[in-house]
């Protein structure tokens, strides 16, 4: 089965300097992989997705670029922002197991004002 | 949009007690639902996959007779976790999805306290 493993597993920043988040999966029939923020007491939520048709997506401050061939793909935030402290997850999803999410370890993520 | 809405957010019972905790896709109809449990400072572990008129798909290890689950429409799964024990306290969250190739949107979870 997929195996995704998430580094660094804590990560401090000082506020208006970039974060990057690294995450490498196993499985080739991998297509999709999301990012989702989760904050303390509450569920994921999805930030920013990335399909394995194309090798960058940015929105505002949030982008992910994805290595097919070396099979990693990671998460850079620029101009963080002390609201940006979340525990980060990555996950992949193989095409041939019904959109199945196999996710990483997190990434706490500290922002210093 | 997408919307998931899981009630309740908190619980605390007896041992012994079965709790029951619901998700809602409250602006999308969910082909697809799923259950997670997440312990302190861990990922989410998958516990099951339901499809909306089907049986639920349990992963390895998970006692489908403990924690069963149902997805009687397009928006609404739950899960009751039958005679509870302090070793299922945990914090449980659902997820749900549209069509396939569409992405997960989760509920904010349920903190389950088994005393």
């Known amino acids: 089965g997929e195996n995704v493993e998430q580094h660094p597993s804590t990560l401090s920043v000082q506020e208006g300097d970039s974060a990057v988040i690294k995450c490498t999966y196993s499985d080739s029939a991998s297509n999709y992989f999301p990012w989702y923020k989760q904050e303390l007491g509450k569920g994921p939520q999805l930030i920013i997705d990335?399909?394995?048709?194309?090798g960058e997506k940015k929105d505002q401050r949030i982008a992910v670029t994805l290595n097919k061939t070396a099979k990693h793909f990671s998460l850079h935030i620029t101009e963080t922002q002390p609201e940006d402290s979340a525990v980060y997850f990555c996950a992949a999803s193989p095409r041939n197991t019904g959109n199945q999410f196999y996710f990483g370890t997190g990434t706490s993520l500290t922002v210093i004002p | 949009g997408a919307v998931v809405s899981q009630h309740p957010s908190w619980v605390i019972c007896k041992s012994g007690t079965s709790v029951k905790i619901e998700c809602r896709s409250l602006d999308f109809q969910a082909t697809t639902m799923f259950w997670y449990r997440q312990f302190p400072k861990q990922s989410l572990m998958l516990m099951a996959t339901?499809?909306?008129?089907?049986?639920?798909?349990?992963e390895q290890g998970v006692e489908k007779d403990k924690f069963l689950i149902n997805h009687a429409s397009l928006t609404l799964s739950t899960l009751t976790v039958t005679s509870a024990h302090p070793e299922d306290s945990s914090f449980y969250i659902c997820?749900?999805?549209?069509?396939?190739?569409?992405?997960?949107?989760f509920g904010d979870g349920t903190r389950l306290s088994i005393l």
């Open positions: 990335i399909r394995s048709n194309v």
């Open positions: 339901s499809n909306e008129g089907s049986k639920a798909t349990y």
């Open positions: 997820s749900a999805r549209g069509q396939a190739n569409q992405p997960q949107h």
